[in-house]
């Protein structure tokens, strides 16, 4: 059977407040509040039915600076598992390496990883709304840490970079969807403070626009390896990638296990 060209699908949105974000900024709070009547947050969502293109056989059409993300093939030596908790596990070494070579980098450093067990309450869910992880402030702050840490100046060119990829394949529900970032204005992207027990961190969400492009890759396997920026310090080739869980067929109640690496690749 021919695979789909494109799928439909709902895609949580921003929902714009002016006169309510000229007041306060926007914000998701993961500490408890002692009021019982206190808001978690001050943003709403707001659906809107989107085409999801198909990327199977085409994946040479895309790549990192032009789109914000590349489907890559590639077999590691190391599975990924769920037991994976550190960047000193070999399978986060392993794709360290694979990017290092990959984009041609000076430097490739794991600062994050994280694995999700959709439908199963001790592991992470399915992010289901458009964002990107950090902000430009917050890379930038996360990239001066690894230099203090590291005693160097700040590189020439840097990026923030996530590999996600099945652990089990192939996918069969919630797949993860990401947007051309040729299509995004940067007026799209609104800055949102997650608030944590000790620190705060910014990332955008993401407002609806209908010259939004987005994709996804049908029955993604252990071997299909999306790699797409969070952000790019090198102004001709700064793109972000606005990505997110979809669900095009909400009845579908098939188990989605996957991992994502995020890495700081120096230049």
Known sequence: MASPQSVEANIAYMKPDDDLFRREKPYVSLVPFLSSNA?????????HLMKIENVRGRESEFNLDKNGFAYVSYTSKERPTHDIKSPDHPYMHEMAKFLKGYLGAKEVTVYDGS???????????ASLYAHVDHTIVNCRWRVEQLMAEKKREMPRRWQLVNIWAPIKGPIQGSPLAVCDYQSVDREDLVAVDSVFPHHVMEVYHVKHNPSHRWYYMEEQDVDDILIFKTWDSEEEKESCCVHTAIMPNPDDKVMRESIEIRLIVEY
Do not use: A, V
Not at 39 to 47: A, K, L, Y
Not at 115 to 125: A, E, S, V
């Open 39 to 47: 808001q978690f947050t001050n943003t709403c969502i707001e659906e």
């Open 115 to 125: 694995t999700r067990r959709i439908g199963d309450p001790n592991f992470l869910q």
